[in-house]
């Protein structure tokens, strides 16, 4: 089984910073890519980052030049920096992983979300 835990989410005022983070632990053999989605009440679930092995990343338009993903592929973590924020940036945000197991299956494992709130 593959666990996927995301922390740091919180409160903020409109151009505040918060930093999400995001483990994935258990019978992992790989992970492929990692990325970080959001789902605002009454709003389809987003792609917000996505960063690969070997570091390419693709961001949301509407995040570019404010958030900044990165991982640590030796600790299986990936990490949203999240800069300038807005109130329209309020959302639940889950990490994604696309793992590898031990038994050879591949597939993508959810965190349960934490809630971002920024206010104006």
């Known amino acids: 089984q593959v666990q996927v835990v995301e922390s740091g989410g919180g409160l903020v005022q409109a151009g505040g910073s918060l930093r999400l983070t995001c483990a994935a632990s258990?019978?992992?053999?790989?992970?492929?890519?990692m990325g970080w989605y959001r789902q605002a009440p009454g709003k389809q679930r987003e792609l917000v980052a996505r960063?690969?092995?070997?570091?390419?990343?693709n961001y949301a338009d509407s995040v570019k030049g404010r958030f900044t993903i990165s991982r640590d592929n030796a600790k299986n973590t990936v990490y949203l920096q999240m800069n300038s924020l807005k109130p329209e940036d309020t959302a639940v945000y889950y990490c994604?992983?696309?793992?590898?197991?031990?038994?050879?299956?591949?597939?993508?494992?959810w965190g349960q979300g934490t809630q971002v709130t920024v206010s104006a």
């Open positions: 994604n992983a696309n793992c590898r197991t031990y038994d050879g299956a591949l597939g993508d494992y």
């Open positions: 960063i690969s092995t070997g570091g390419s990343t």
């Open positions: 258990g019978s992992i053999f790989s992970i492929n890519a």
